[in-house]
């Protein structure tokens, strides 16, 4: 896939290939680098909707596929669709009945933005940590992790995180993405598996910001990154 591929093309390129959106060339894109996928592996992809990562999932791989996303998303064959919030207890309730190992995670989720630019920032940042929590409690040791994030304020927390638990990480860039968008992916590979990782062990000590639903506070010693996030998003909803 090269540069001739502007907004218009890539758009019309999903269109003739049968994709349900551009953002299916990102994932093929970062697969072509990466090779984050393997063949027999199982995959869950957070924040899947309209479809067009499971589109490509199905295509690379032969393992289970399950997407989830607060939208219903039309059926892709093969694949299994969860409709609800991936940060919810419901919803880990519901992958742990279903997978017993996971190999990679995918997650393209993104807020819904309103506009305010350190608002937004805040809520993209803080769903990058609970997908990435989420990879931390349901990855295998060894496992790889695709996640979107935006540059900007308190990208360097997610950035560290990742570190932390990752042997291999890389921030890419796709060329599908659109011009002068922020959004870029944190490729982890080969993680470290919980009792590694330094998250996991202070996970009591972690103030986590929900950024679809009720905030949930846990003790003083958060980690400085989550306070500075919840701050801004509290000063926003108040
Ligand atoms: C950019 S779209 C994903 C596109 C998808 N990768 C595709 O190829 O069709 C982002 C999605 O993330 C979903 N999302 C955001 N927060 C979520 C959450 N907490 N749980 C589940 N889905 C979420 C949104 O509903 C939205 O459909």
Known sequence: MGSQWGRDGFYRKARTEGYRSRA?????DIQKRFEVIRADDNVIDLGCAPGSWLQVL?????GQVI??????????EGAVTLVGDFTTEVMHDKIRSM????NVIVCDAAPKFSGTKSYDQARAIGLSEEACDFAITFLKPGGNFVLKSFQGDMFDVILDKMRKNFHGVKVYRSKAARKGSTEVYIIGKKFMGPQSSDDTDAGEKNLKVKVLGKKVEKDEDA???SRIIRRIVDSHEK
Not at 24 to 28: S, V
Not at 67 to 72: F, K, Q, R, V
Not at 99 to 102: I, P, Q, S
Request: net charge negative; proline share 7%; charged share 25%.
């Open 24 to 28: 299916a060339y990102k994932l093929l």
């Open 58 to 62: 199905r295509e690379l791989t032969d």
């Open 67 to 76: 997407g989830i996303d607060l939208n219903p998303v039309p059926s892709v």
């Open 99 to 102: 997978v017993d190992v996971v």
């Open 223 to 225: 980690e400085s990154g």
